[in-house]
């Protein structure tokens, strides 16, 4: 962390100002013995003018040795009158301090002699004027003077300042006295200050050095002297010396410096990046034209220095150095920022098509430019801005009409941008949102890329609740950077962990899930089908994998075997014989809970009976006629049964291939229709009208009466499974 204070050293000399001062330091030294001599070391806020005052004392003691050879004496006095809350003791403090910088040189009779005429002239002298007003002083006989030299009659201002001169002269003492931050007094200290330095102290072989914003003590001077304020600003300072302004050269070399030390503080190899392409976007982000002195790169560097302990993972290290500046310099469009995410996150597809003719690309950039317009006004406008701007958010300067949007969200999810909708708040906050996804929480996930049960373990540990549902679509943009060694555990890992990861809801288990695309994205490492198939099943047999997503894989890789039925099979995914083996497995784990725990009484016990039915052998279909028959006898079973044969078709969905997929169950594949009438006309005859499912059952048994159907009392013939 940088603390915003004046160096003292010319080792902490990062401007090159050092040889400057040395050379002020010795023209102080050879200016003559007549009249005092006012220095201004001029410059605005941030310009460095302390260090500088700083620099040049230094340099002045380096000369004192030197200096005093010859029997003379240097003094550095540093008064300091912003220190001072009431105006009315400003003078009287002056004249202290420099009492005091005196007694310090030696308790000789020529400093006492000083001491005693500058105390009672600190008592003697008050300020008196409104404020606003050139400051006049009331100077009174001062008996303390007459008192102290033995004095019949009072002395008057003029001859305790002709004490003070003579001995100045006498002691051959050079005094060279440090007044900054002028500019930090208000009109009327300001004017006190000017007038102190120009009548009232204006001692022989006294050097003042005074440190100000010139444009400040021009108005302060002017509002006393309307009209007069720069030629009496320019009548006092007989040496001006206003500082360079720093260079864009000046600027870079402290930005880069400083990112470095900070960098290298959360072993970040900042030499490494600087060679990236990356990085060479860095002169894009036009920090050394923006800054124009240092105090806004220390704010930047102590802010990144603070944002790297919690993000250094989490974050495009080029976008939070870009992000940080911004807040800095233009803390308003920063605020729009953040408010107005949508226009700088990187599209989603649907929003700017991907397939937008040459007649409409402009139509369409345009009306993007003119909303970034109405948001930040002239700051969009400005060169600096626009560029930044473009730097962080790619969108603000891309066409996207023949891009892949997806492919460019991916990057931005992967690189950790800013412009990803994923990452956008940490840029903001400084911070992650407990349980936030992020490619360091991946990175710490797959630590040790072969032991599948440590990545589960990891997993389930670091992967927030409220994230789940999230986590296998972050984690899917990641899976092509994967190491093959690192695709079979992590798919094991993530069967594994699928249970806790999604609690059981087999209606969501039909939809083609994230969980379906991070399967399919990992086996898709693999390039030829017995490799992805080998791969499914040895990670399906050592995870266990949940019943739901087992369910929502088999399904959708039947779908796709039914859909690629005219290509040739080895264009599939998996073969025939993996897919079988999918679908027994899937089979075995529905028997095995209908038999145990039963099925739920929810949705997904119509998604388990049909999955039962379709892909079960013979012998399976044994089992869920008995299950149906069984279940069929509650109200509970009667609903389920109901549900799944004679409602709307529950597996009315589109599949990853855009194709409309509905699935009728038929009720002789569950139960007798005989048997199932029986209990619907008793369910009805024990219900209102109003019970659930009572109009479904009421139409069943209407449509049966119209047909007079002969309903058989053995079981069906037809076997419903592929």
């Given at each position: ?112 002699k000083i001491a005693k005429l500058l105390e009672a002239l600190s008592v003697a002298v008050k300020p008196l004027g409104e404020s606003h007003s050139l400051v006049k002083l009331a100077i009174s006989g001062i ?538 006309q008793a369910y009805l005859d024990s219900h209102e009208p109003t019970a659930p499912d009572y109009v479904l059952l009421q139409d069943y048994v209407d449509r049966a009466g119209q047909k007079q159907l002969n ?12």
């Amino acid at each position: 962390m940088r603390i915003d204070e004046a160096i003292k050293e010319p080792k902490e000399d990062l401007l090159d100002r050092a040889p400057l001062a040395e050379r002020l330091a010795a023209a102080v030294l050879a200016a003559g013995e007549g009249a005092s001599l006012v220095v201004g070391v001029t410059g605005a806020w941030g310009t460095g003018k302390s260090s500088f005052l700083n620099l040049l004392k230094g340099s002045l003691k380096e000369k004192k040795e030197a200096f005093e050879k010859d029997g003379k004496k240097l003094a550095l006095l540093e008064f300091q009158p912003w220190h001072y809350a009431n105006q009315d003791q400003l003078i009287e403090q002056f004249f202290r301090a420099f009492r005091a910088g005196v007694l310090k040189q030696g308790e000789g009779e020529s400093n006492q002699k000083i001491a005693k005429l500058l105390e009672a002239l600190s008592v003697a002298v008050k300020p008196l004027g409104e404020s606003h007003s050139l400051v006049k002083l009331a100077i009174s006989g001062i008996k303390g003077l007459s008192k102290a030299f033995g004095a019949q009659e009072p002395l008057s201002v003029e001859a305790a300042k002709a004490g003070i001169a003579s001995a100045i002269r006498d002691n051959k003492l050079k005094l060279v006295i440090f007044i900054d931050e002028l500019d930090r007094l208000n009109f009327t200290e300001i004017n006190q200050m000017f007038q102190l330095v120009k009548s009232l102290a204006d001692f022989p072989n006294t050097v003042y050095v005074l440190g100000f914003d010139r444009e400040v003590i021009e108005q302060a001077l002017e509002s006393s002297q309307p009209g007069f304020g720069k030629g009496y600003l320019d009548k006092i300072i007989q040496m001006p010396f206003p500082l360079p302004a720093l260079g864009r050269v000046q600027i870079d070399k402290f930005l880069r410096d400083g990112l470095q030390a900070t960098c290298k503080s959360h072993q970040i190899d900042l030499e490494k990046l600087w060679q990236t392409e990356r990085f060479d976007s860095y002169d894009s982000l036009q920090l050394d034209r923006q800054f124009k002195t240092l105090r806004g790169p220390i704010k930047l560097l102590n802010r990144l220095d603070f944002a790297l302990g919690a993000l250094r993972e989490e974050v495009d290290l080029l976008d939070l150095i870009g992000i940080l500046a911004l807040e800095i310099l233009v803390p308003e469009v920063h605020a729009k920022i953040q408010e107005h995410p949508e226009l700088f996150w990187e599209p989603v597809r649907g929003e700017w098509e991907t397939q937008l003719s040459y007649n409409e690309v402009e139509p369409e950039t345009t009306r993007y430019q003119t909303n970034l317009i109405d948001l930040l006004g002239s700051n969009f406008r400005k060169e600096t801005n626009y560029f930044s701007l473009a730097e962080l958010f790619p969108r603000i300067s891309s066409d996207y009409s023949f891009q892949d949007i997806s492919s460019r969200r991916k990057e931005a999810i992967q690189n950790n941008r800013i412009s990803a909708p994923e990452h956008f708040n940490a840029y903001f906050n400084l911070s992650l949102s407990p349980g936030q996804l992020t490619s360091g929480l991946v990175s710490r996930i797959l630590e040790d890329g072969k032991d599948w049960e440590g990545i589960t373990e990891r997993m389930l540990q670091l992967v927030a609740p409220q994230r789940y549902t999230d986590f296998p679509n972050f984690l899917l943009d990641f899976v092509d950077q994967l190491p093959m060694e690192s695709v079979e555990p992590l798919l094991k890992a993530f069967l594994k962990a699928s249970e806790t990861l999604f609690p059981t809801r087999f209606d969501e288990g039909w939809t083609y899930s994230s969980g379906d695309r991070l399967v399919l994205g990992l086996l898709k490492r693999e390039k030829d089908q017995k490799s992805r198939s080998d791969l499914l099943l040895r990670s399906i047999n050592s995870a266990k994998v949940e019943l739901s997503l087992l369910i929502s894989l088999t399904r959708d890789f039947a779908l796709e075997e039914k859909e690629a039925s005219n290509r040739p099979v080895e264009e599939r995914t998996l073969s025939p014989s993996a897919l079988k083996e999918i679908k027994r497995i899937a089979i075995q784990k529905i028997s095995e809970l209908a038999q145990s725990d039963g099925f739920p009484t929810d949705f997904g016990a119509q998604v388990l009976i049909w999955s039962w039915a379709k892909w079960g052998d013979d012998q399976e279909q044994d089992k869920l006629r008995e299950y149906c028959l069984k279940t069929v006898q509650t109200e509970v079973g009667l609903s389920l049964i109901a549900n799944c044969s004679l409602g709307q078709p529950i597996f009315d969905r589109t599949d990853r291939f855009g194709t409309r997929q509905i699935e009728d169950g038929k009720l002789e594949s569950f139960v007798p229709p005989a048997v199932f009438l029986e209990r619907a006309q008793a369910y009805l005859d024990s219900h209102e009208p109003t019970a659930p499912d009572y109009v479904l059952l009421q139409d069943y048994v209407d449509r049966a009466g119209q047909k007079q159907l002969n309903l058989p009392q053995n079981t069906p013939s037809a076997s419903p499974h592929p």
